[in-house]
């Protein structure tokens, strides 16, 4: 795992580099200014350079650094890969990216995957699941040999203190989400550890929990959010009680909690759940 040092802050964005025998395979790449640092902790781990990138989803925190990554692995060839429905939001990431008010770059010459494909890395084997919701685009990578689902934004909790909604801008679907959820219990006891984005490694019973608990907590939150939006719009007092309410031990200040709360408000009203 690489932290991703978005915003220069750690902790909030996982990256992980699966290697065997040399064979590498990146997973999202955090911002392009980051791409520098990132290579540099792959040089520091042993890790370098890898020869195939995957991305998620087609959020900017995840794809932003492909162009800059891809020229600092020193001339190899790195594939990119991605859903097949990333593809043309990757081709042009104003539609995912523009309610974020963060710019990205197109990325063409990506491998498109559907559920099912099978990821070669030197024998390891890496299964395509796809994880609809937060984006329409969305998937995970099921390394069987070693039971850890790499799961992107399907899951996101930073520690036990900290849970983010999963609502997000322009294409969260609730539908879609439930059933991600669903799949994601069903698989449980395949799986031993979940490597989510947003953050970190999750294991053993932990991992349990956060199947379990996923789904509770996304209503929580979306049926608070909504109800506190309906008393009071303004972003300051929705991201005052959101700390108040489900994160009042965690390290997320009120002042770190409105760039997200604007972006879930934004989502919510995307996805038809407030006017
Ligand atoms: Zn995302």
């Given at each position: 795992?690489?932290?991703?040092?978005?915003?220069?802050?750690?902790?909030?964005?996982?990256?992980?580099?699966?290697?065997?025998?040399?064979?590498?395979?990146?997973?999202?790449?955090?911002?392009?200014?980051?791409?520098?640092?990132?290579?540099?902790?792959?040089?520091?781990?042993?890790?370098?350079?890898?020869?195939?990138?995957?991305?998620?989803?087609?959020?900017?925190?995840?794809?932003?650094?492909?162009?800059?990554?891809?020229?600092?692995?020193?001339?190899?060839?790195?594939?990119?890969?991605?859903?097949?429905?990333?593809?043309?939001?990757?081709?042009?990431?104003?539609?995912?990216?523009?309610?974020?008010?963060?710019?990205?770059?197109?990325?063409?010459?990506?491998?498109?995957?559907?559920?099912?494909?099978?990821?070669?890395?030197?024998?390891?084997?890496?299964?395509?699941?796809?994880?609809?919701?937060?984006?329409?685009?969305?998937?995970?990578?099921?390394?069987?040999?070693?039971?850890?689902?790499?799961?992107?934004?399907?899951?996101?909790?930073?520690?036990?203190?900290?849970?983010?909604?999963?609502?997000?801008?322009?294409?969260?679907?609730?539908?879609?989400?439930?059933?991600?959820?669903?799949?994601?219990?069903?698989?449980?006891?395949?799986?031993?550890?979940?490597?989510?984005?947003?953050?970190?490694?999750?294991?053993?019973?932990?991992?349990?929990?956060?199947?379990?608990?996923?789904?509770?907590?996304?209503?929580?939150?979306k049926e608070s959010i909504i109800a506190w939006y309906n008393e009071?719009?303004?972003?300051?007092?929705l991201?005052?009680k959101?700390?108040?309410?489900?994160?009042?031990?965690?390290?997320?200040?009120?002042?770190?909690?409105?760039?997200?709360?604007?972006?879930?408000?934004?989502?919510?009203?995307?996805?038809?759940?407030?006017?």
């Open positions: 795992m690489i932290d991703g040092n978005i915003y220069e802050m750690k902790g909030g964005l996982s990256l992980y580099v699966i290697d065997n025998g040399g064979e590498r395979m990146l997973i999202d790449t955090s911002t392009e200014d980051q791409a520098g640092y990132i290579v540099n902790k792959m040089k520091e781990f042993g890790i370098f350079p890898v020869q195939k990138i995957l991305l998620t989803h087609s959020h900017w925190d995840h794809m932003q650094g492909v162009e800059e990554l891809v020229k600092l692995m020193g001339g190899i060839e790195v594939e990119v890969l991605a859903s097949e429905k990333a593809i043309d939001n990757l081709k042009d990431p104003r539609y995912m990216n523009d309610p974020f008010d963060v710019p990205a770059k197109p990325v063409e010459d990506v491998t498109p995957l559907t559920e099912g494909d099978l990821i070669d890395l030197n024998g390891l084997t890496l299964r395509v699941i796809n994880l609809f919701g937060h984006t329409m685009d969305s998937i995970a990578v099921l390394d069987e040999k070693n039971k850890n689902l790499f799961v992107g934004d399907a899951i996101k909790r930073k520690d036990f203190n900290t849970f983010s909604p999963l609502f997000m801008p322009p294409d969260f679907n609730e539908l879609a989400l439930l059933n991600t959820f669903q799949k994601l219990r069903d698989i449980g006891n395949d799986i031993n550890s979940l490597s989510l984005s947003h953050y970190g490694i999750w294991t053993d019973e932990d991992c349990q929990n956060l199947l379990n608990e996923m789904e509770s907590l996304h209503h929580k939150t009071n719009p303004k972003i300051e007092y991201a005052t959101y700390v108040e309410t489900f994160i009042p031990n965690s390290s997320k200040t009120v002042e770190e909690m409105q760039n997200s709360m604007a972006w879930l408000i934004k989502g919510l009203k995307m996805s038809g759940f407030i006017k």
